[in-house]
């Protein structure tokens, strides 16, 4: 199995309600980032934490880092239709030499 | 600045045949990626290269060679398509800041074997 696996792998939500996707990894790293992916796009960075950091936020973005369960959750609040896309988590496992190894995607959709 | 950019966006090869897929970065990043992007699988990382004139084979290095000539560009290349190498391919780039690293991704290109 992978380093990173996403759950829920689909997640279907109305505008407005938060949503919340987890992640969990099995060996240890630097730090764990969350990415997005539009349709038809590439990836793009959202926010890293890194593994001495418990929490982070950024704008409707929460992460939590738990390192003794080695998972993550990113939690997106208030949706908005613009959030349906894939969501991956990355992880930069320690000596890894600036490799990062994705998961296999969460596929979130907004219902308007 | 464009970022990453990759050519070409789309290809349609034969069994056998040959291509070279573009990446170029402005950002003067030193390291360099390129993943191959399957249904349910994830992205997996080909081969990357931390700095100009060196190149490291990733997850699924087979088929598929790299150069790294000028540190804007890193190239990807099949000798020999096969229809197991259909897929979307991404370059990426990033550099090292206090520890960590976040890749900046190219738009991709969608390459089909038939």
């Known amino acids: 199995s992978q380093q990173g696996e996403e759950d829920p792998q689909a997640l279907s939500i109305q505008e407005g309600e938060n949503a919340t996707m987890n992640c969990s990894y099995k060996?240890?790293?630097?730090?764990l980032q969350w990415y997005r992916q539009n349709s038809g796009r590439g990836l793009v960075h959202l926010i890293l934490i890194r593994s001495n950091e418990r929490e982070k936020h950024s704008g409707r973005l929460r992460v939590t880092l738990d390192t003794s369960k080695k998972s993550s959750s990113l939690l997106i609040t208030a949706s908005r239709a613009a959030d349906t896309a894939s969501y991956f988590c990355?992880?930069?496992?320690?000596?890894?030499?600036?490799?990062?190894?994705f998961g296999k995607g969460i596929t979130l959709s907004v219902r308007p | 600045n464009a970022g990453v950019t990759q050519t070409p966006k789309f290809r349609v090869l034969k069994t056998g045949q040959s291509m070279t897929l573009l990446c170029a970065q402005d950002?003067?990043?030193?390291?360099m990626y390129w993943y191959r992007q399957d249904p349910g699988m994830g992205l997996r990382l080909i081969h990357y290269?931390?700095?100009?004139?060196?190149?490291a084979k990733g997850e699924v290095p087979d088929g598929y060679n790299v150069s790294r000539l000028k540190k804007q560009n890193f190239l990807l290349g099949l000798e020999s398509a096969a229809p197991s190498q259909t897929s979307v391919y991404f370059c990426a780039s990033s550099y090292w800041d206090r520890g960590t690293d976040t890749q900046y991704f190219g738009p991709g290109t969608r390459l089909t074997v038939l």
């Open positions: 060996t240890s790293i630097n730090n």
């Open positions: 290269s931390v700095g100009e004139g060196t190149t």
């Open positions: 950002m003067n990043h030193e390291y």
């Open positions: 990355a992880t930069d496992v320690t000596g890894a030499n600036s490799k990062l190894t």
